[in-house]
């Protein structure tokens, strides 16, 4: 599947910065809105921050869909089984 990089956000890390900063995001805002009223499902729009082969961060549209679920057939339940114990 073709990567589609999310327009109008921008990730940073900063090594600086504690260890409690994961980084920060910029967002260009027109960019962004546009972006996001064209990938948007159901009023949501999920975004993935990846790390590239050359060390960079960018974010990428995530276009995962878990597949539908069958219906699994109800659960007979069988009579139950007689043991003999020694006890």
Same mark, same amino acid.
């Given at each position: 599947?073709?990567? #589609? ?6 990730? *940073? ?7 409690? !900063? #994961?980084?920060?995001?910029? #967002? ?12 948007? *499902?159901?009023?949501? $729009?999920? =975004?993935? $921050? *990846?790390?590239? %082969? ?6 990428? =549209?995530?276009?995962?869909?878990? *597949?539908?679920?069958? %219906? %699994?057939?109800? !659960? ?8 003999? =114990?020694?006890?």
């Amino acid at each position: 599947m073709e990567k #589609v990089f999310a327009d109008g956000f921008l990730f *940073k890390r900063n090594e600086k910065a504690p260890d409690f !900063v #994961v980084g920060s995001i910029s #967002v260009k805002v027109e960019e962004a809105i546009a972006f996001l009223k064209q990938h948007n *499902k159901n009023g949501w $729009v999920n =975004l993935q $921050v *990846k790390n590239s %082969q050359a060390g960079k961060y960018y974010i990428e =549209l995530d276009t995962f869909e878990p *597949k539908a679920q069958q %219906q %699994q057939a109800p !659960v007979t339940q069988s009579e139950p089984v007689q043991a003999d =114990l020694p006890f």
